[in-house]
């Protein structure tokens, strides 16, 4: 165990959901005092947490409650999101619960004397029309505005970008701000509509035969970064600590197509696929992807788990919980290595810190 943590209290909100569940196991191993803090528990494993309470943010008084006791950090990763499916057709349901959350957070960690606080935004904070090619220009930080954000989601990070700044210029809240580029992992959403196209590749891959043919939303040409859970919670907690405070990409900036993203998974999967476009439903921006120069000139760090050591792990962990559930799925062979809860060996040689103590 590193000392960096040495017992301090830290607050992760969304701590039931799948990046503030892999964040509390790593800020635990660093040795942190931790409480959880969610609408629901983490639904694949029992939480790290020092702490955990079931608490619903949208209310005042229960974010009071949450930063009580001399908590003196909070990393707020609690919102109503999903994937592109989701966000397309629950706006209203988005911005009026997240803002909510967000703005008595805010305010609540200001009056419990919280010294800093991360709000996790979004790449959908970018505007639409620099989206709209395949072989887009990866997003830098400052093109944010003129602001055309993705509309319901892309528009409450944003603004509540611009809330955490002004509590920081006018109340000295210690704010950091981290935009996201599709994070994926083991532990995370696979089914039910809020899966992410990581996830709900994996899912149709397990299930198919073989051979067999897979839906892929859009065209398929379609880009995108992905970056790994792990990468993830180590970089959040390096903007935590450092002096930054202006808004800062965390993604990796290696750009592939849908397409491309099902032809790896289906390595993993150790098939081969054939492909159905629908091309009525829903795919967001055309192409996408992270500028990282400002995140390794701040952090002097950069994402370092690539996709197929990624992807591997994320598949064999989905293929081993629909394996555990024969009365709704059937998942087709071949068993993926580390399916069913064995350790997970990387591309490295070494185990998967996700699945494997890290400390
Ligand atoms: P997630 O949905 O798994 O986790 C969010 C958690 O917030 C959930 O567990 C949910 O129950 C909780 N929550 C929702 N409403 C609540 C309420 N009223 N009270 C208390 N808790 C509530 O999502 P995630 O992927 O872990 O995302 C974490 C953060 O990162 C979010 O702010 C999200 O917008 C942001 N983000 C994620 C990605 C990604 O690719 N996963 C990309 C960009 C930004």
């Not at 509509?193 to 299930?207: D, N, Q, T, V």
Request: proline fraction near 4%.
């Amino acid at each position: 165990m590193t000392a960096a943590g040495t017992n301090k209290r830290i607050l992760v909100t969304g701590a039931g959901g799948f990046i503030g569940h892999h964040l509390v196991k790593y800020l635990k191993e660093k040795g942190y005092w931790v409480r959880g803090v969610d609408k629901k528990l983490p639904e694949y494993e029992p939480s790290a947490a020092d702490e955990f309470e079931v608490l619903d943010l949208r209310k005042f008084d229960n974010c009071l409650q949450a930063t009580r006791g001399g908590i003196e950090e909070v990393y707020g990763l609690a919102a109503e999101m999903g994937g592109i499916g989701f966000i397309e057709h629950n706006k209203a349901v988005i911005m009026r619960d997240s803002v909510l959350m967000n703005t008595h957070m805010l305010e609540a960690s200001r009056l419990s004397g919280v010294k800093r606080y991360l709000f996790t935004s979004s790449a959908c904070i970018y505007p639409g029309y620099l989206q709209k090619n395949t072989d887009v220009t990866p997003l830098k930080e400052e093109d944010a505005y003129p602001a055309d954000a993705e509309d319901g989601y892309g528009w409450e990070k944003l603004f509540t970008e611009r809330m955490a700044r002004h509590y920081r210029e006018d109340y000295g809240l210690e704010t950091r701000i981290v935009r996201f580029h599709n994070i994926f992992g083991p532990l995370g959403t696979y089914d039910g509509g809020r899966e992410k196209s990581p996830a709900a590749m994996c899912r149709k891959i397990a299930l198919v035969e073989d051979g067999g043919e897979i839906e892929i939303w859009g065209d398929g040409e379609q880009t995108r970064s992905y970056c790994f859970v792990d990468d993830t919670v180590e970089g959040i907690h390096r903007l935590m600590r450092s002096d930054y405070a202006e808004p800062l990409n965390l993604g990796q900036d290696r750009m592939i197509t849908i397409n491309e993203l099902a032809d790896m998974v289906a390595r993993a999967a150790g098939k081969t696929i054939r492909k159905r476009h629908n091309l009525s439903a829903p795919q967001g921006v055309r192409g996408r992807n992270s500028d990282n120069t400002k995140l390794r000139e701040v952090l002097g760090w950069e994402p370092r788990i690539s996709l197929e050591d990624g992807l591997r792990q994320t598949y064999a962990w989905i293929y081993g919980e629909l394996a555990k559930q024969p009365e709704k799925y059937s998942v087709k062979p071949p068993v993926p290595l580390g399916a069913g809860g064995g350790d997970l060996p990387s591309a490295n040689g070494q185990k998967s810190r996700t699945k494997a103590s890290r400390a």
